[in-house]
């Protein structure tokens, strides 16, 4: 019987290696793949998202106090999994694999991914599903790429394809997830894998269709944002000043992360005892200050809507930076796009109330552009991106600050797989010789 299955399985794959024949058309067989694999990254996102928000509402009814013991406690158990069924690695090991390994990335640890990941989010960690997803769907092309015997290019395109619909299911964007998977990939000023956008835009269509209709998400702007009227061309001057000033608060959470990446680095012990403390700590953050727990896809709306005082503006601020940093350095898993924008979010109301005359709208998207290009180092897609999840209309003041951060962001990445390959050798001969 065996013998008999795999027969048939060559049989199907060779009728998928043949051209279609008679096609006047640019579709072909590729296409069929990519549509499969958006097809199945939708259907794992929107699986992935239903358990997350079941557990979600489980986990929310522990309030006040229990905050603390149950962050801690599903830390303890996030780690337990990493360290018993594998380290599934974060966004850095998937751009090295993709621009190293020749787009392999590899679906053996994807148990530990999904299950680790659902409970440091579900509990409140200051991470978002966006980076599980990219990981678990983009590994599912990678296999779907050797079963039909796909090598170079094809691969790592298919690889790409797979990142792209995970990016596009949870942001309802196929456009700006389709070029956020490619140019989170790229290094200095140049985007290397454009030859991965068409299968890259195919698997996101499908796989937005899928998730919209499993879980009706990303049918029209996410955060609710004030109409916006371009009043004066001085706008554009407004949108850079913010994003100057979004910038350095993009600085100063790389550094915020670096200095907790620094502080666990020193603490020699199981990966388990890291998310243990970091549990601990996010724990008593979210008890002192509620808003700041979460990925805060859902806060942003309620930060924008709540009448909050300045003093209470900055506290978020200053503490949901230190809680995506210590989120990131603790071993607890997932991406840290959303959380990024809650920032520009709160950093934008603050502003507002220094210069109220100023469009609410524009101060915050702003912002937000802004700090996620100074981090991640991706001003056109995360331009697309949020225009789609704000409904800003106006594309060109928010293109403004994703460049302005763009350009003034630190010169070695946040990301230290972006760098390209002279820049990642000279930077870890550094890093020897520091050690020596």
Request: proline content about 5%; charged content about 15%.
């Amino acid at each position: 019987m065996k013998l008999k299955r795999r027969r048939k399985l060559v049989k199907y794959t060779d009728i998928l290696d043949r051209p279609i024949r008679f096609n006047p058309f640019v579709f072909s067989r590729m296409f069929i793949l990519w549509a499969a694999v958006g097809l199945i990254g939708g259907l794992i996102s929107g699986s992935y998202w239903v358990v997350l928000m079941y557990l979600t509402d489980f986990l929310a009814v522990y309030q006040g106090w229990l905050v603390i013991p149950v962050m801690a406690i599903c830390g303890l158990l996030a780690g337990l999994i990493i360290y018993f069924i594998g380290d599934p690695g974060e966004m850095q090991l998937i751009v090295n694999n993709i621009r190293f390994n020749k787009g392999k990335l590899d679906p053996k640890n994807n148990p530990s991914m999904i299950l680790s990941s659902l409970l440091c989010v579900a509990s409140g960690g200051s991470l978002g599903p966006e980076s599980p997803l990219v990981q678990v769907t983009g590994s599912t092309g990678t296999w779907m790429g050797k079963i039909f015997r796909l090598k170079g290019e094809e691969l790592r395109s298919l690889s790409i394809a797979g990142m792209a619909s995970g990016f596009t299911a949870l942001f309802g964007a196929p456009l700006g997830g389709s070029l956020f998977s490619l140019e989170i990939l790229h290094h200095k000023h140049a985007v290397e894998y454009y030859q991965a956008i068409i299968p890259a835009l195919v698997a996101s269509g499908f796989s937005y269709v899928v998730f919209a209709v499993i879980v009706h998400l990303g049918l029209g702007p996410a955060w609710d944002l004030p109409a916006y009227e371009m009043a004066t061309v001085f706008d554009f001057g407004w949108a850079v000043f913010f994003a100057v000033i979004a910038t350095v608060v993009g600085w100063g959470f790389i550094f915020c992360t670096k200095f907790f990446k620094n502080l666990f680095g020193k603490l020699k012990a199981p990966i388990f005892v890291h998310t243990l403390i970091g549990g601990l700590l996010l724990g008593t953050i979210a008890f002192y200050i509620p808003l700041t727990r979460y990925f805060s896809h859902f806060e942003i709306n309620n930060l924008i809507t709540d009448d909050l005082t300045m003093e209470f503006l900055a506290a978020v601020l200053i503490f949901k930076i230190i809680a995506i940093a210590i989120t990131v350095t603790s071993g607890w898993r997932g991406g840290f796009i959303i959380p990024l924008f809650f920032c520009g979010t709160a950093l934008g109301l603050l502003i507002h109330s220094i210069f109220p005359s100023i469009s609410l709208s524009l101060t915050i998207v702003s912002c937000m552009a802004a700090i996620n290009s100074c981090v991640t180092r991706t001003p056109m897609s995360t331009t697309i991106l949020l225009a789609t999840l704000t409904g800003f209309t106006y594309f060109i003041p928010i293109l403004f600050a994703s460049l302005t951060g763009y350009f003034l962001a630190p010169r070695i990445p946040f990301i230290g797989a972006q760098m390209d390959d002279k820049e990642l050798k000279k930077a870890k001969k550094n890093r020897w010789k520091n050690l020596d």
